[in-house]
C-alpha cells in the first residue's frame, strides 16, 4: 500500500483466539464447533511497517511468537520473519510506535537470549511511547500481580528503557517523523495514542486498540477491553469523525478478514471500509 511516497506494509502474524481468561493464544482445534469458536473469538495481529524512503518505523511491535527459540514458526510469524519476507533486516528500522503496552503489541520488542538475557529484537531502534501509559504499566505491577492475558507484563521492558531505547512522550501530539504524528487518545488505555500518516494530500490513521477492527466502526459499545469505556467510546466517535474529514486509510490491528481501507459512509449513514 502506498500513502503518498510512503511504503506501507501490513505484517501479519497470524490468526489467532482469545481464551476465556483473556489471553491471546494459538488457535487450539482448527475444527472446532461453532458454539466453541464463539466462545473463543478469533483475533488478527498486524503491524505496520512504514518506509519514508529515509527512515523505517514501526508500529507496535506485535506477539513475538517464536524469536527466543529463532526458529520459524510454521502456524505463527513474527516481526523478524515478516521484515525478512519484505526485504528489511532488524537494523533496518529507526523508529517504533506503541499504541500502549499490552503485551500483544509490545512483546515483540525483545526475546530472551540464550544466557536467559533480555535482548532488543530491533537493535537500533527509538521505541515511542506515551508517559501515561508507561505510569499505567508500572503501577499495574502493584495492583494486578501475575496477571498475564492483555494486560501488561512490563519486566521484559525494564531492560530497553535502562538501555535508554525508550521516548516517553508527554505532549498530546508530536511529529515523529516528517508526517508521521502520534495522537493521544486514551481510553483503551491511560496512554493509548494512535498514529497519522499523511503525505501528498493522502493520509492513513493507524487505530491501534481504539478501533480494532471492521465491528468497532458503528457499534459504539462500551466494551469491557477498556480501562475507560466512556472516554474510549468518545475518543473513538472523535477518531472516525477525523477519519472521514480526512478521507483516510484506517489501518486494522486486531482484524480477521478486512485489514485496511478508506472510510466512507454506506446507505444508512454507517462507517464502512472500501474495498481496495
Ligand atoms: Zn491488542
Same mark, same amino acid.
Given at each position: 500500500?502506498?500513502?503518498? @511516497? #510512503?511504503?506501507?506494509?501490513?505484517?501479519?502474524?497470524?490468526?489467532? &483466539?482469545?481464551?476465556?481468561?483473556?489471553?491471546?493464544?494459538?488457535?487450539?482445534?482448527?475444527?472446532? =464447533?461453532?458454539?466453541?469458536?464463539?466462545? #473463543?473469538?478469533?483475533?488478527?495481529?498486524?503491524?505496520?511497517?512504514? /518506509?519514508?524512503?529515509?527512515?523505517?518505523?514501526?508500529?507496535?511491535?506485535?506477539?513475538?511468537?517464536?524469536? /527466543?527459540?529463532?526458529?520459524?514458526?510454521? &502456524?505463527?510469524?513474527?516481526?523478524?520473519?515478516?521484515? /525478512?519476507?519484505?526485504?528489511?533486516?532488524?537494523?533496518?528500522? @529507526?523508529? +517504533?510506535?506503541?499504541?500502549?503496552?499490552?503485551?500483544?503489541?509490545?512483546?515483540?520488542?525483545?526475546?530472551?537470549? =540464550?544466557?536467559?538475557?533480555?535482548?532488543?529484537?530491533?537493535?537500533?531502534?527509538?521505541?515511542?511511547?506515551?508517559?501515561?501509559? *508507561? &505510569?499505567?504499566?508500572?503501577?499495574?505491577?502493584?495492583?494486578? $500481580?501475575?496477571?498475564?492475558?492483555?494486560?501488561? &507484563? $512490563?519486566?521484559?521492558?525494564?531492560?530497553? +528503557?535502562?538501555?535508554?531505547?525508550?521516548?516517553?512522550?508527554?505532549?498530546?501530539?508530536?511529529?515523529?517523523?516528517?508526517?508521521?504524528?502520534?495522537?493521544?487518545?486514551?481510553?483503551?488505555?491511560?496512554?493509548?495514542?494512535?498514529?497519522?500518516?499523511?503525505?501528498?494530500?493522502?493520509?492513513?490513521?493507524?487505530?491501534?486498540?481504539?478501533?480494532?477492527?471492521?465491528?468497532?466502526l458503528n457499534r459504539f459499545?462500551?466494551?469491557?477491553?477498556?480501562? /475507560?469505556?466512556?472516554?474510549?467510546?468518545?475518543?473513538?466517535?472523535?477518531?472516525?469523525?477525523?477519519? *472521514?474529514?480526512?478521507?483516510?486509510?484506517?489501518?486494522?490491528?486486531?482484524?480477521?478478514?478486512? =485489514?485496511?481501507?478508506?472510510?466512507v459512509r454506506d446507505k444508512n449513514r454507517g462507517f464502512a471500509? =472500501?474495498?481496495?
Amino acid at each position: 500500500m502506498e500513502i503518498g @511516497d #510512503f511504503r506501507l506494509e501490513q505484517l501479519s502474524e497470524g490468526i489467532f &483466539e482469545v481464551s476465556a481468561a483473556g489471553s491471546i493464544r494459538k488457535i487450539r482445534d482448527h475444527h472446532a =464447533k461453532e458454539t466453541e469458536k464463539e466462545a #473463543f473469538p478469533r483475533v488478527g495481529l498486524d503491524p505496520v511497517l512504514v /518506509d519514508t524512503g529515509s527512515t523505517r518505523v514501526l508500529l507496535d511491535a506485535g506477539l513475538g511468537m517464536g524469536l /527466543d527459540r529463532r526458529e520459524p514458526d510454521p &502456524e505463527t510469524s513474527n516481526i523478524v520473519t515478516n521484515l /525478512d519476507i519484505f526485504g528489511y533486516r532488524p537494523e533496518d528500522i @529507526d523508529a +517504533v510506535i506503541l499504541s500502549h503496552l499490552h503485551y500483544d503489541h509490545a512483546a515483540g520488542l525483545s526475546f530472551t537470549g =540464550k544466557a536467559g538475557e533480555v535482548t532488543a529484537t530491533l537493535p537500533n531502534a527509538r521505541i515511542y511511547v506515551q508517559k501515561a501509559e *508507561w &505510569e499505567a504499566a508500572l503501577n499495574s505491577l502493584g495492583t494486578h $500481580p501475575g496477571v498475564s492475558g492483555m494486560g501488561y &507484563e $512490563p519486566d521484559d521492558l525494564y531492560r530497553l +528503557v535502562a538501555d535508554g531505547r525508550f521516548v516517553i512522550l508527554e505532549e498530546e501530539r508530536r511529529e515523529i517523523v516528517r508526517g508521521i504524528t502520534v495522537i493521544r487518545t486514551g481510553g483503551h488505555t491511560p496512554g493509548h495514542q494512535v498514529v497519522r500518516i499523511r503525505r501528498n494530500g493522502q493520509t492513513a490513521y493507524y487505530c491501534g486498540d481504539l478501533i480494532p477492527n471492521e465491528n468497532y466502526l458503528n457499534r459504539f459499545y462500551t466494551g469491557k477491553i477498556d480501562t /475507560d469505556p466512556v472516554k474510549a467510546k468518545k475518543a473513538r466517535m472523535l477518531l472516525l469523525q477525523q477519519c *472521514w474529514r480526512d478521507q483516510a486509510t484506517l489501518l486494522l490491528y486486531h482484524s480477521v478478514y478486512r =485489514k485496511a481501507g478508506k472510510i466512507v459512509r454506506d446507505k444508512n449513514r454507517g462507517f464502512a471500509l =472500501k474495498k481496495g
